[in-house]
């Protein structure tokens, strides 16, 4: 495994105690990014994922994969140039069409998911250690989703619920503020896609959410095998799982600042390897990049690491 133990650590940070993570002040690494809150499958089953990575579902994944999914923050397609629903195949959002990523694209409905209250406010943090200029599409599948199925485009709604340019960069990661949808129950899909203005590339990401299921009826007869969805007890509150959205931590506010144009020369564009119809060698040319890349990260965070 090429990754460092620091870069490793540094996403284990992430994914627990983001604002504790000193990376805030820390110049770019080379790296990517992708959602940490509501964390995508990508990360939630790769090898830095935690419980996470040993679900079923991270197993069924890794397996139809056939290999880790180490390159967690490199899910990316260049020149889609917004051309998303022409360029990624229907069946195939969640690896963006890339071969190396197919394992994502599993159609289950037990993939490590986030708790969310419908018309709430969503603080997605997407963990990311290179300033990349561009605009982040948020968006949540239609009511009536079916998660047994393969996720489509038909399955999205045409515009997205959120989007946000140039969101500022805080302890290692965006954090976008958006306010969810009201209507959705059950299982759905956020698909996140962040278009890079400073690079030809753009991002996929799935993470799955729950909003509780609807009462069907206001409780006249007695259902035992019916749950109640987020019953409040005081002190029994399952630490492991994500609540609601945090609403009352300080977040940054979106697209304000715009950090300026960045040199090209510190990104390495994939124009020639990672389109989706590039044979099945290119992801790993690409991900041998992104772990020389990553393994540079690492070694800079490290030494800043050490410094604090
Ligand atoms: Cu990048």
Do not use: E, F
């Given at each position: 495994m090429p990754r460092t133990t620091a870069h490793r650590a540094a996403?284990?940070?992430a994914l627990v105690t983001p604002l504790l993570l000193p990376l805030g002040t820390a110049g770019p690494a080379?790296?990517?990014?992708?959602?940490t809150d509501p964390v995508s499958r990508v990360v939630a089953c790769s090898p830095e994922g935690g419980d996470r990575a040993g679900t079923a579902a991270c197993r069924a994944a890794v397996a139809a994969n056939g290999a880790p999914f180490t390159a967690w923050d490199n899910l990316r397609v260049a020149n889609v140039n917004g051309r998303d629903r022409a360029v990624i195949p229907d069946g195939k959002l969640c690896s963006g069409g890339l071969p190396a990523y197919r394992g994502?694209?599993?159609a289950r409905a037990d993939w490590p998911s986030t708790r969310m209250a419908p018309g709430a406010k969503l603080t997605m943090r997407y963990v990311s250690t290179i300033p990349h200029t561009g605009t982040f599409r948020m968006y949540l599948t239609k009511p009536g989703y079916d998660p047994a199925g393969p996720l489509s485009w038909s399955d999205l709604p045409e515009k997205p619920f959120a989007e946000v340019t140039d969101p500022a960069l805080t302890d290692g990661a965006y954090r976008m503020e958006a306010t969810l949808?009201?209507?959705r129950t059950?299982?759905?899909?956020l698909y996140t896609v962040w278009q890079n203005s400073s690079t030809p590339d753009t991002y996929y990401s799935c993470s799955d959410v729950v909003f509780p299921e609807k009462e069907k009826e206001p409780?006249?007869?007695e259902e035992p095998e019916k749950k109640e969805p987020a019953k409040k007890e005081p002190g029994t509150k399952a630490p492991e799982r994500k609540g609601e959205p945090e609403t009352e931590e300080p977040v940054a506010s979106p697209a304000v600042e715009s950090p300026g144009p960045q040199p090209q020369g510190d990104h390495t564009p994939l124009a020639t390897t990672s389109g989706p119809a590039s044979g099945p060698s290119a992801p790993v040319l690409a991900g041998g990049a992104a772990a020389v890349l990553l393994l540079a990260g690492g070694a800079a965070l490290a030494l800043r690491l050490r410094r604090r």
């Open positions: 996403l284990a940070a080379r790296a990517h990014g992708a959602p994502l694209d599993l949808p009201s209507d059950g299982r759905h899909v409780r006249k007869t």
